[in-house]
C-alpha cells in the first residue's frame, strides 16, 4: 500500500521570504501522478501544483515548485516570496495512474504554514 | 462555472442517528469522490463514484455507503452514527478525461458533529 509522510506538522516563514516543505511517499508503482494542495483556513482545498511520475522536469507555477526527486521518493515543495494568503496547511497527495479511477487520492498528514509579517 | 457546493455545511446529529450529506458537482464533472478529514486520522478517501457507479472504495465500514444521481449528485449516507464518525466531509469532483489524471476540485465540506 501507498504511503504519504509529511515530517513537519507546523512551519513558519516571514514574508517575502522562501520556504520548504518535505514530503516522501512509499510506492512500489512505476507510474503516479504526485500533489500538493493547500488548505487555507475557510477549509477549501485547492490543487496549488502536480507532478507525473514519468516527468523529468520539476513542475512550477508562479511561486510554487517542487523537487521531484524519484529514486529517493520525495516531494517538496518550496514557495518563493511568501505571501500572508500562503497561510494555510499544506497536503502532499499521491495518486495510482488511472485504471478506471481517478479519485482516490493518498494524503499526508499536512503541514501547518504559517507566513508571519 | 459554479463550484462544488455540499449541503448542508453543519449538521448535528446523536450517537444511533443516520445521514445524509449531499455533493453538487462541477458542471460537466461526472466523477465524485468523498473524503473524511479528521484530526487524529487526517484525510481519508471513502469512495469514488462515476456514471452512478461506484468504481473505487477506501478501507471504511459498511454503515458508509453513497451513491451518484444520473445528473451526477452524489450523496453518501451514514448509519448508525458513533462519536468517532465526527468529522468535516469532503467532496471533490473530476472531469473524466482521456489518459492522465484530471484536478480534483473540492466543495467545502460539511462539518459533521456526533453528540
Known amino acids: 500500500a501507498q504511503t504519504v509522510t509529511q515530517s513537519q506538522p507546523e512551519m513558519s516563514v516571514q514574508e517575502a521570504e522562501t520556504v520548504t516543505l518535505s514530503c516522501t511517499y512509499d510506492?512500489?508503482?512505476?507510474?503516479?501522478?504526485l500533489f500538493w494542495y493547500k488548505q487555507p483556513p475557510s477549509r477549501q482545498m485547492i490543487l496549488v501544483i502536480r507532478q507525473e511520475a514519468y516527468k523529468q522536469q520539476n513542475a512550477t507555477e508562479n511561486r510554487f515548485s517542487v523537487n521531484f526527486q524519484k529514486a529517493a521518493k520525495s516531494f517538496s515543495l518550496k514557495i518563493s516570496d511568501s505571501q500572508l494568503g500562503d497561510t494555510a496547511m499544506y497536503f502532499c497527495a499521491f495518486m495510482k495512474p488511472p485504471g478506471g479511477s481517478q479519485g482516490n487520492l493518498i494524503f499526508g498528514k499536512g503541514t501547518k504554514l504559517s507566513v508571519k509579517p | 462555472k459554479a463550484g462544488v457546493t455540499q449541503t448542508p455545511r453543519y449538521l448535528i446529529k446523536t450517537r444511533g442517528q443516520q445521514v445524509t450529506l449531499s455533493c453538487s458537482p462541477i458542471?460537466?464533472?461526472?466523477?465524485v469522490s468523498w473524503y473524511q478529514q479528521t484530526p487524529g486520522q487526517g484525510l481519508q478517501f471513502l469512495f469514488e463514484?462515476?456514471?452512478?457507479?461506484?468504481?473505487n472504495k477506501g478501507n471504511f465500514p459498511g454503515r458508509f455507503s453513497g451513491r451518484q444521481f444520473s445528473n451526477s449528485r452524489s450523496e453518501m449516507n451514514v448509519s448508525t452514527l458513533e462519536l468517532g464518525d465526527s468529522a468535516l466531509y469532503l467532496c471533490a469532483s473530476s472531469l473524466e478525461g482521456v489518459g492522465g489524471v484530471n484536478e480534483q476540485f473540492f466543495g467545502p465540506g460539511t462539518r459533521l458533529t456526533v453528540l
Open positions: 458542471s460537466g464533472h461526472r466523477s
Open positions: 510506492t512500489s508503482e512505476n507510474n503516479y501522478y
Open positions: 463514484y462515476f456514471s452512478e457507479t461506484q468504481r
